[in-house]
């Protein structure tokens, strides 16, 4: 059976870890509205280079053929899986989603 104290300790980090969240979604929730009111732009925001590393893609294994920037793979073989072909029904083409380092 855990000790009183340990347990204290943990309910107290809990608290404010939890405490913590709260705090960083008020303050999203501040940038937001200051954003939507003044009608700023991400690069109003954040400098060029914030910015091209957060718009690009995180590296995909080269050897899957087909990907989106949600992280949804397809090998290529068998039934297009249901995200793939909901953007094709979207207007997306296939060739959309090749990978570009794929090397197969």
Not at 28 to 33: P, S, T
Not at 49 to 70: Q, T
Not at 91 to 104: I, M, T
């Amino acid at each position: 059976m855990p000790k009183v104290k340990a347990v204290t300790a943990m309910k107290e980090r809990l608290q404010e870890a939890l405490s913590s969240l709260a705090e960083q979604e008020e303050i999203i929730d501040l940038v937001k509205e200051v954003v939507e009111k003044y009608g700023l732009e991400p690069r109003d925001v954040f400098s060029e280079e914030a910015l091209g590393s957060a718009m690009e893609p995180d590296p995909v294994d080269p050897s899957i053929p087909y990907c989106d920037r949600a992280g949804n793979v397809w090998s290529g073989r068998g039934r297009r899986p249901l995200w793939l072909n909901e953007a094709i029904l979207a207007g997306a083409a296939l060739e959309d989603f090749k990978n570009p380092a794929y090397s197969g």
